[in-house]
């Protein structure tokens, strides 16, 4: 299986939040990050966090770590249209998930 | 701007027919990955270099092939393209290893 897992699909309103999962298994990572990729595109970083924090905010992007659990989520508030794009998490920078398809409805 | 980036867009090529897959970055980042991404999978890591030092994932087929020249520079040779490999392919450094990566646009490869 993989070591990086996310559930594939989300749909959201917009105005609304998102939070997109993310389980983890290798517990050395140091850093955990956040991507996205826009269709046709290469992969754009978003956010990361380092693994002896619980929480990260940074502007309308909350990241929350349970290292315990080795979950990872990263929540959007106040979703737009410009968000609907693939989100993935990886682990020691090289290992990704399959990736989160937001979709956001007007 | 620092940036990463990749030539061709897209490329095709027949299968069986040698192809090489260029990306270059201005960052003077010590590492080069490169990864192949199909439709809605994870991006899969293929080798990465860390200055000189070529490392291999255990699961990459040795029809894949990496050189990188100088620090801006990294090619990818796909040795014998089979239907198989029509991908995506990223290319992204990190200033080291598990720091956060820069990517590429990527090549769209299409084998015919």
């Known amino acids: 299986g993989e070591d990086v897992e996310q559930s594939l699909f989300l749909s959201v309103r917009e105005g609304d939040s998102s939070v997109i999962n993310c389980t983890y298994t290798?517990?050395?990572?140091?850093?955990l990050y956040w991507y996205k990729q826009e269709p046709g595109a290469g992969l754009q970083l978003l956010t990361y966090?380092?693994?002896?924090?619980d929480m990260k905010q940074d502007q309308r992007l909350t990241v929350l770590l349970n290292k315990k659990d080795k979950h990872l989520s990263l929540r959007i508030a106040d979703t737009q249209t410009g968000d609907s794009a693939i989100y993935f998490c990886?682990?020691?920078?090289?290992?990704f998930g399959a990736g989160t398809r937001l979709t956001v409805k007007p | 701007d620092a940036m990463v980036i990749q030539n061709p867009r897209y490329q095709v090529t027949q299968f069986g027919k040698p192809v090489t897959l260029s990306c270059s970055q201005t960052?003077?980042?010590?590492?080069m990955y490169w990864y192949q991404q199909k439709s809605s999978q994870a991006p899969k890591l293929l080798f990465h270099?860390?200055?000189?030092?070529?490392?291999n994932e255990a699961d990459t087929p040795d029809n894949f092939q990496s050189r990188r020249p100088n620090t801006s520079f990294c090619f990818l040779d796909i040795r014998s393209p089979g239907l198989g490999d029509a991908a995506m392919y990223l290319c992204?450094?990190?200033?080291?290893?598990?720091?956060?990566?820069?990517f590429g646009p990527g090549t769209r490869l299409t084998v015919t």
């Open positions: 992204a450094t990190s200033s080291d290893r598990g720091q956060e990566q820069y």
């Open positions: 290798d517990s050395s990572s140091t850093y």
């Open positions: 966090i380092f693994s002896n924090m």
């Open positions: 990886a682990e020691r920078g090289m290992r």
């Open positions: 960052l003077n980042h010590n590492v």
């Open positions: 270099y860390y200055d000189k030092d070529f490392n």
